[in-house]
Nanobody, 122 residues
Framework: QVRPVESGGGVVQTGGSLRLSCAASRRAFGGVGMGWIRQAPGNEREVVAGLRWSDDGTYYSDSVKGRFTISRDNANTVYLQMNSLKPEDTAVYYC????????????????WGRGTQVTVSS
């Protein structure tokens, strides 16, 4: 089964930056767009960013607004640029494709990547 593929996680100090990548496209997964969702130990999943295929419209959670940027290139890759990272950003970050939007990005139930770990040290 085809699924999005994430890369780019790692360990960074507070205030640092990381860029995550996700191989995903409208052609492969359809739907209205794609999103990045994170989950920290003991916490529920949180949608942090979404991107709409049709017009590159974006969504950000309040917790990352102004620090994270979602974008895509012409080679079927979607990025999450994460700046000014904080220890509370530590989580496994998942790429999801083919979902839709209703105020926030609503993940597709099937098209999940395997996740990539982001650790922000204090």
């Amino acid at each position: 089964q085809v699924r999005p593929v994430e890369s780019g996680g790692g360990v960074v100090q507070t205030g640092g930056s990381l860029r995550l990548s996700c191989a995903a496209s409208r052609r492969a997964f359809g739907g209205v767009g794609m999103g990045w969702i994170r989950q920290a130990p003991g916490n529920e999943r949180e949608v942090v960013a979404g991107l709409r295929w049709s017009d590159d419209g974006t969504y950000y959670s309040d917790s990352v607004k102004g620090r994270f940027t979602i974008s895509r290139d012409n080679a079927n890759t979607v990025y999450l640029q994460m700046n000014s990272l904080k220890p509370e950003d530590t989580a496994v970050y998942y790429c999801n494709a083919g979902g839709h939007f209703s105020g926030t990005y609503i993940p597709h139930r099937t098209f999940w990547g395997r996740g990539t770990q982001v650790t922000v040290s204090s």
